[in-house]
């Protein structure tokens, strides 16, 4: 039997089957990240890093600093679970992130390091929070993209100019996310 990707929940099973409110996957998601340590908050640093090696230099330097601020900022509210939630949730569109999650857990190439698959859970481990608990984009505001681009919020809404690009995109949780598209002009 595979070890399991997760430090405290037995798979992502457990999060298909017992959770069907916002509440119950604040407590799931807090059971898993409080197993965290520093340093393995370190390493995700790291491979967050290396991922975003390759990119422009102006637009990396920002790219990085939201996305490590989103994660830790995530992670921070999941652990210290100061807010009470008790909407129930779209369990359909749960059922579908849940499945989308595990096929990307089966498919991280077997060369990846430890790194890249601890990433690979934090980070939807927190757009389950953003998308399902906070009603947020798992890109937060000010991300940037190409084009000079970026997540924005107008109002009670966020927008995001490569949603309907990206939409049917099986590797991104775009279809999954609360943003509306940006209206380019």
């Known amino acids: 039997m595979a070890a399991s990707s997760f430090k405290k929940l037995e798979s992502v099973h457990e999060l298909s089957e017992s959770v069907h409110d916002q509440q119950t996957l604040l407590s799931k998601l807090n059971k898993e990240l409080s197993a965290y340590t520093v340093f393995d908050l370190m390493k995700i640093q790291v491979q967050l890093e290396k991922e975003c090696k390759y990119l422009p230099p102006k637009y990396k330097k920002v790219f990085r600093e939201k996305m490590a601020e989103q994660l830790i900022s995530n992670f921070k509210e999941i652990i210290a ?15 579908e992130f849940i499945k989308s999650f595990q096929e990307k857990l089966d498919n991280i190439d077997t060369k990846d390091t430890s790194q890249a698959h601890d990433m690979t859970v934090l980070y939807h481990l927190c757009a389950l929070y953003n998308i399902f608990i906070t009603k947020t984009p798992p890109h937060p505001e000010g991300t940037p993209f190409p084009g000079g681009f970026f997540v924005e919020k107008i109002g009670d809404h966020y927008y995001c100019p490569v949603k309907d690009k990206q939409k049917d995109n099986d ?14 002009e």
């Not at 939630?85 to 779209?90: E, F, G, P, V």
């Not at 590797?171 to 380019?184: D, K, S, W």
């Open 171 to 184: 590797e991104a949780l775009c279809r999954f996310c609360v943003a509306r598209q940006t209206q380019m």
């Open 81 to 95: 679970k100061t807010h009470s939630y008790n909407q129930i949730l779209d369990k359909e569109q749960f059922i």
